[in-house]
């Protein structure tokens, strides 16, 4: 089981803090309402969404690690997300505790390679270190040039392959493979590892947190069936957003779920390396 992140934003935007209040003033807990309403006030550093600490308790708890992916792209059709420098440390202590940091490229990356490279640059200017990890943002993919694209970059792996709108098996697939250019006649250089079920779409297609674990426990065991991978993908602010707790705990509920089915759960950067390792060949 892969787990990964893609760090949308670092600052809640208005609507979200405003929703997150409500929630609060609903239940009645005040930390939570003076954590929303008092953040902008006391700086930028108390941001609820800066909480990558707390998603790797709740995934150590299950002896998992997992990946996060973060924007430095300018270009984004609904605003301004962050700058990547305001994250720099986090980063730090992400890689330190041996998870993993990879690019979430911006809306316009998947198909501008001198935009994909700059932005790759800029990440690991901040981080330090090379990336090798990539999901596009909006699960934007250009098949094959993006993957052509990323392997030019410098990237290993790509898991952008996935619905957006849906979950499930979008390539009929449960396992990374390596994309093939029927043009040219030629395997790519890169890996693939697809996305099986993300919160918003899960949410969005089942309409009820009942309807989104059986969902998600169908997948999980289709996985199991043929021995393979389940990727999921959990923006950050779920689990620091009042309205969204339900989300939170589903995500821990599919957590225990496969650690009590012994699955490793781990980042991409594992699994790429993994089966780098394994030298796995199709027939």
Not at 68 to 86: G, M, Q, S, V
Not at 116 to 143: A, C, D, F, P, T
């Amino acid at each position: 089981v892969c787990l990964t992140h893609d760090v949308d934003d670092i600052y809640p935007p208005l609507y979200h803090t405003l929703l997150s209040m409500f929630h609060s003033v609903k239940d009645a807990n005040i930390e939570e309402l003076k954590e929303h309403a008092l953040w902008r006030i006391n700086g930028k550093e108390h941001s609820p969404y800066l909480n990558f600490r707390q998603i790797m308790d709740i995934e150590e708890k299950y002896g998992a690690k997992s990946s996060f992916y973060f924007l430095t792209a300018e270009k984004d059709p609904r605003r301004f997300r962050y700058n990547i420098e305001d994250v720099g440390t986090y980063m730090g202590e992400v890689v330190d505790r041996g998870w993993e940091v990879g690019l979430h490229g911006g809306y316009y990356s998947y198909a501008d390679y001198d935009e994909l490279l700059s932005e790759k640059q800029k990440l690991e200017n901040v981080l330090g270190r090379s990336v090798i990890g990539y999901r596009n943002h909006y699960l934007r993919l250009k098949i094959s040039d993006s993957w052509e694209m990323l392997s030019k970059a410098g990237f290993k792996y790509d898991t952008t392959l996935g619905y957006n709108n849906v979950v499930g098996f979008r390539n009929g697939m449960c396992h990374p493979f390596n994309p093939y250019k029927t043009e040219d006649n030629k395997t790519l250089d890169i890996l693939e590892i697809p996305l099986h079920i993300m919160d918003s779409a899960l949410l969005d297609y089942t309409g009820s947190y009942k309807q989104a674990w059986e969902l998600s426990k169908q997948i999980i065991d289709t996985g199991e069936k043929y021995n393979g991978l389940i990727t999921l993908l959990w923006h950050n602010n779920i689990f620091s957003s009042p309205y969204l707790k339900e989300c939170k705990k589903l995500y821990e509920k599919i957590l225990d779920y496969c650690n009590k089915k012994n699955a490793w759960i781990t980042s991409c950067e594992d699994v790429y390396q993994w089966w780098k390792e394994s030298d796995i060949e199709y027939p």
